[in-house]
């Protein structure tokens, strides 16, 4: 103890300074930025990630929480190299089909403790292993209420399941509304403030002081609306961006803050509106996600045919994004990318050799320009499924099934990667081996 810490422990009394001590993080644990790269307790901190949304539902102690599968996923991807989860933090109470049930949020102010103790038994847990998250506040998509959600409690009109409706213009324009609510920003800040305020239940961390968390993301894939986004509609957006990061700063000054957006494709295209949504000074790191056959670029039926001109696309906007990075002066990672099984099946039997061979080139193309210190910080694959199955043959998320990374929104089993998808695990855990020995 030095002197002044030997003065204030007199001054406050030993028990108080005591205590405080234990639940101030050192400052060199958060991960940081320095220039364009993460730094981590001094060193380089590269994310070999993925994506397991529901990993906080799994720490709750009553169903659907399962500490004994949460704890056993954990360890397979420590084993795997994995050093960050990116994960939901909240959900909304939704009654439609493609909504993930029990929400944390089942109306404006009513929270579900028992899911949040299961985000709090999660952070414990991620601690014991080394391993960071991202957390995301929101969603701009249905499968866990986000943004539709609370303009229906805003305007009471249900929300409309874009699955059924096939209407997903007039879904996205609803999410978008969300940012020009006076009541949902009200709410949604106070959501914010009671997560990021939270002092966990299981190990006594007040989360802002808490290093495992490595970033508060403002929701999963923000845009700024369909694709009739007029320009107001996008300094809205940017505008929304720059007050809810500098919020979240005022209440936690040592977390890294990002938006969770898509890039260039979730930007109604624009690269300017990309550039300006990250370009506040409260905005720490870029963030984007490459879906090669969601935007169409390639054909689940026909990868063979579609292949050469669809990944070219791809390949370029994995590259384009880490220009855009440089330009800003800021990390960038790559919070999303996958591909579906062979043919498209959904059948955990099934092949994945296309989707391999994917995986292996889009860490190829990443880990040029890591070697040589640009700026692309990582990565988290989308998603982990680890040791859940379906038992539908139909292959559509019913309340009590296992969670897994295809969110109920999806078909289970479209993207995600199974603990028994032994060549793709392969390929993650080389990969990731290699960023391992940036972190030095
Ligand atoms: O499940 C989707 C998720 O909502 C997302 N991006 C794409 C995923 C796969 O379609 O954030």
């Known amino acids: 103890m030095g002197f002044l810490a030997a003065i204030l422990a007199c001054c406050l009394g030993s028990a108080v300074y005591a205590a405080e001590q234990k639940n101030a993080a050192p400052q060199h644990d958060f991960v940081k930025v320095k220039g364009t790269q993460f730094q981590k307790s001094g060193k380089p901190y590269y994310i070999a990630g993925t994506n397991m949304w529901y990993a906080g539902y799994l720490g709750a102690t009553a169903k659907p929480g399962n500490r004994t599968r949460l704890m056993k996923e954990l360890d397979n991807l420590k084993a795997l190299g994995v050093n960050n989860l990116r994960v939901l933090a909240v959900s909304e109470k939704s009654d439609i089909n493609s909504v993930v049930k029990p929400a944390t949020t089942n109306g404006f102010g009513h929270y579900d403790e028992e899911l949040l103790k299961g985000l709090d038994y999660l952070l414990a847990e991620l601690a014991k292993r080394d391993m960071t998250v991202v957390l995301y506040l929101n969603n701009y998509w249905q499968w866990s209420g986000g943004m539709s959600q609370y303009m229906s409690w805003v305007d009471g009109k249900p929300m ?73 509609e996008k300094k809205i957006y940017v505008d929304w961006i720059n007050g809810i990061t500098g919020y979240i700063k005022e209440l936690d000054p040592h977390h890294l803050v990002s938006t969770g957006s898509e890039g260039v494709m979730g930007s109604v295209r624009d690269e300017k509106l990309f550039i300006d949504a990250h370009s506040g000074k409260n905005v720490d790191y870029l963030t984007y996600h490459m879906w090669i056959r969601n935007w169409g670029w390639i054909d689940k039926t026909n990868f063979a045919g579609t292949w050469d001109a669809g990944w070219a696309k791809g390949k370029d906007y994995l590259t384009s994004h880490i220009r855009i990075a440089k330009k800003i002066g800021k990390p960038i990672v790559l919070e999303e990318f996958g591909l579906d099984r062979d043919g498209g099946a959904y059948d955990i039997k099934s092949t994945t050799h296309v989707r391999d061979q994917f995986y292996q080139q889009v860490f190829d193309v990443l880990w040029t320009p890591m070697q040589k210190g640009e700026p692309i910080a990582g990565y988290n694959f989308w998603a982990w499924n680890g040791s859940a199955r379906t038992t539908r043959a139909n292959y559509w998320w019913q309340e009590g099934d296992d969670l897994m990374g295809d969110p109920p929104q999806e078909e289970q089993g479209m993207y995600g990667i199974y603990d028994s998808d032994a060549s793709t695990v392969a390929i993650i855990k080389a990969f990731n081996t290699k960023i391992q020995s940036l972190n030095k």
């Open 160 to 232: 409309q399941d874009p699955n059924v409706t096939k209407d997903w213009e007039g879904f996205m324009a609803r999410s978008a509304s969300f940012y020009q609510s006076a009541k949902a920003q009200e709410e949604f800040r106070k959501t914010v403030k009671k997560i990021i305020t939270r002092v966990n239940t299981v190990n006594g961390k007040a989360y802002t002081d808490d290093a495992t968390i490595m970033s508060w993301q403002l929701a999963n894939e923000p845009r700024p609306g369909n694709n009739s986004t007029t320009d107001k």
